[in-house]
């Protein structure tokens, strides 16, 4: 069975860090794009990040840039993101996603994990 | 940046044809995705590349895409229809999502 189980969340003060983290089985997770969407409450998805099967390409959204940093060990099949300097309107459940990748032509998720919370408070 | 534009809410009859439509910028061109999510649940890909189904997904819901707009059709709706849908395209280095369709089974 595939699956992917975020765990890291939590309650932290503005300005603060929080490293999530997103473990895999079911699948070669050496052979496919990973990546993390969130949801502010009440709101819509928003894609935050992903990241190439070797690493060697990463991608975010604007408003993370220089904050948050995606990597992966293929080792031991997890998935990270290292949240760096957070504010309010990073709180947001955040879900781990699997990625299937065509090079200009199409990115899109095909498993997501349940999400792990994040509030940025104080 | 591209924008995806989706209608806010769609309602439709038990037993009846629900369309969701995607608006974006010669958006035919682009390959689209779809997702469910249920309430209190993680999203779900319906479809994906405009027209393909994942394994388990019904027949009811397809999609197509042309000019500027992409549609989610769910055919023959049934209560456990009732969700938000989103629609997904990637542009350049970045993954877009529309805002959402709330879709309610009257």
């Known amino acids: 069975e595939v699956r992917l189980v975020e765990s890291g969340g939590g309650l932290v003060q503005p300005g603060g860090s929080l490293r999530l983290s997103c473990g895999v089985s079911g699948f070669d997770f050496s052979d496919h794009w990973m990546g993390w969407v969130r949801q502010a409450p009440g709101k819509g998805l928003e894609w935050v990040a992903i990241i190439k099967k070797d690493a060697s390409e990463k991608y975010y959204l604007d408003s993370v840039k220089g904050r948050f940093i995606i990597s992966r060990d293929n080792v031991k099949n997890f998935l990270f993101l290292q949240m760096n300097t957070l504010r309010a309107e990073d709180t947001a459940d955040y879900y781990c996603t699997r990625g299937s990748y065509r090079p200009f032509s199409y990115y899109y998720m095909d498993v997501w994990g349940k999400g792990t919370t994040v509030t940025v408070s104080s | 940046s591209y924008q995806l534009t989706q209608p806010l809410s769609v309602s439709v009859a038990l037993g009846q044809m629900a369309n969701i439509t995607c608006g974006g910028n010669?958006?035919?061109?682009?390959?689209v995705h779809w997702y469910q999510q249920k309430p209190g649940q993680a999203p779900q890909l319906v479809i994906y590349?405009?027209?393909s189904r994942p394994s388990g997904i019904p027949e009811r819901l397809s999609g197509s895409s042309s000019g500027n707009t992409a549609t989610l059709t769910i055919s023959r709706v049934q209560a456990g229809d009732e969700a938000d849908y989103y629609c997904?395209?990637?542009?350049?280095?970045?993954?877009?999502f529309g805002a959402g369709t709330k879709v309610t089974v009257l």
């Open positions: 010669d958006i035919g061109r682009k390959s």
């Open positions: 997904q395209v990637w542009d350049s280095t970045t993954v877009v």
């Open positions: 590349r405009d027209t």
